[in-house]
């Protein structure tokens, strides 16, 4: 799906490289488009599994298993799911955001560090630790409770990142012309977030689509958790594909809806100087009531999971720490972590190149294709290969191989974004300057552009790391047979309510994702910043 990234490319801006002479490509353009043409027909391999699916099955067969009851139960579901958490997910970002970075809030910089640590906690971790907390929650509005202190991060990274960014000046003309502290946030401020607003508010949703372990623990059916009954039940049944196929139409309706709401408004800065410095606006009696606010958001969304976390541990004494259990799950996903992130730092690179260093209509179809894969749920990406394997190529059934070109598949964009950013500052000039020396292109990429790329490439790469380490739907379909990875071995030991058992490797994977999510964190910052 659209990872966390893209939530940096909604805030910031890219430079392009000024016209004129290309330098030579490392492989040639030709070459360089054919593997980037590769790439995005092995991520239109989902979308094609469902359409196939959809055709297999027959008209008759697929209306009567989409239009029943069940359907239209999980559709109200979804429909429900969003339309409380999205809303609740922009106040909470964007007061957040605004409150950081715009008044006079004391602790300014922990606080904007802390409301974006909620991001290292899985949102299956999240709702573990509710359970624990309070054993009835259920239904609903128990879902909108967990997904919104799990997922507003994602709007208030690019929103405060904007927001760091944005010119004072604007806010100044329009005191001067008379408009008070709020009237100026509405109608000025408010309007320079809305592509931040909207991009966070689509990662929202794409997430509450995707997302089956949190809804399955607190027993609240949604698409993803009914199509995981389904596939368990009777393997790859028409009833769930067909589940599938309704629930990627919705994806698909959520990422034209996005497109749409983004307007056609241009928000860059154009001139010369040096940006005024923000005048942070005072709070006088609303300082205690906006630390209180945080305060309860940070503890609800952050505190109480570790928390129930340190308190399972507690209660399992030193045998939940067997060594034999839990070093083989940590080796296992380490290792895919890498991989992966290897992997699909490395496929990302011919895109990012086209994208950047020969844009066209071309390019930018094959830059959306990802997309589009990417924001599609992790179990219908598993089911996919599922099903593509066992037809195609049964000897890769289960193997790490299908395995790490799903994790490709899903969190190529975090990647792809990332590069294409670096590469679009690294000068084209400094590759021409090499290769008029007399430096062939393979080496002149290697040795300028490559290197100039190399920060950007690494920040992608621990990006798609953290989404790894904690992916769980399409590892629990595509994992080989004696595959334990820290998200796997704790939601098994989770469903069998063994909760200080699960303790552990809810600690590893918050531990392994605190500095990825800081990482997120500052390179929304720098991006916002340029």
């Given amino acids: ?62 209306a009567s298993l989409i239009f029943r009851p069940r359907v239209g139960e999980l559709l109200l579901n979804t429909a429900l ?26 602790g300014h910089k922990v606080w904007a560090v802390l409301l974006a640590a909620p991001l290292a906690i899985p949102a299956f971790v999240n709702s573990y630790a509710w359970v624990s907390a309070v054993p009835s929650l259920e239904g609903l509005f128990s879902g909108v409770l967990i997904a919104t202190l799990s997922y507003f991060p994602l709007v208030y990274i690019p929103a405060a990142a904007t927001l760091s960014r944005l010119d004072p000046a604007v806010e100044q003309s329009a005191a001067s012309l008379g408009l008070g502290a709020w009237r100026a946030f509405f109608r000025v401020v408010l309007p320079q977030l809305r592509i931040a607003m909207t991009g966070g508010a689509l990662l929202v949703s794409l997430h509450l689509l995707a997302e089956y372990g949190a809804f399955a623990m607190i027993r609240f059916d949604t698409f993803t958790t009914a199509i995981m009954v389904q596939f368990r039940s009777t393997f790859n049944g028409p009833a769930g594909n067909m589940l599938a196929s309704v629930l990627v139409f919705f994806c698909l309706i959520l990422l034209l809806v996005e497109v749409r709401s983004r307007g056609t408004a241009r928000y860059a800065r154009v001139g010369s100087g040096a940006q ?17 606010a945080l305060l309860t958001a940070s503890t609800l969304a952050f505190g109480l999971p570790l928390l129930f976390v340190f308190r399972w541990i507690v209660a399992g004494g030193s045998d939940v720490w067997a060594a034999d259990e839990f070093l083989p799950a940590l ?47 992790g179990i219908v990406v598993g089911l996919a290969f599922v099903t593509v394997s066992i037809r195609l190529a049964p000897g890769i059934y289960q193997t790490a191989f299908v395995l790490i070109a799903a994790y490709v598949l899903l969190f190529l964009p975090r990647a792809l974004v990332s590069i294409r950013a670096g590469l679009a500052q ?49 590892t629990l379909l595509l994992a080989p047979n004696g595959t334990r990875t820290l998200a796997t071995e704790f939601w098994s030991k989770s469903s069998e309510i063994d909760y200080a058992g699960a303790a552990p490797y809810a600690l590893l994977m918050i531990v392994i994702s605190a500095p990825m999510t800081y990482l997120l964190f500052q390179q929304s910052k720098k991006v916002a910043g340029q």
């Fill in 1 to 62: 799906m659209i990872t966390d990234l893209a939530a940096l490319e909604l805030s910031g801006r890219t430079t392009t490289a000024g016209r004129g002479k290309r330098p030579r490509p490392p492989f040639g353009v030709s070459t360089i488009a054919v593997i980037a043409v590769l790439i995005a027909l092995v991520s239109l391999v989902p979308l094609g599994y469902v359409a196939f699916m959809t055709a297999v099955t027959g008209w008759d067969t697929a």
């Fill in 81 to 106: 799911l969003i339309a409380f958490t999205v809303p609740l997910c922009l106040v909470l970002g964007v007061g957040a955001a605004w409150l950081v970075e715009r008044t006079e809030l004391r």
């Fill in 276 to 292: 005024a410095k923000a005048l942070r606006l005072p709070l006088h009696a609303y300082q205690l009531p906006a630390q209180a």
């Fill in 331 to 377: 080796l296992q996903t380490l290792g895919f972590g890498l991989g992966g992130a290897l992997v699909t730092t490395a496929v990302a690179f011919p895109m990012a190149y086209l994208a950047v260093r020969h844009a066209s209509w071309f390019s930018k179809a094959l830059e959306l294709s990802n997309y589009i894969t990417s924001s599609m749920p």
């Fill in 426 to 474: 690294a000068p084209k000039e400094l590759d021409e300057a090499a290769q008029s020396l007399g430096t062939p292109p393979l080496l002149s990429f290697i040795r300028v552009t490559l290197r100039l790329t190399a920060p950007a490439a690494a920040g992608g790469a621990a990006l798609v790391f953290l989404a790894i380490v904690n992916e769980l739907t399409a």
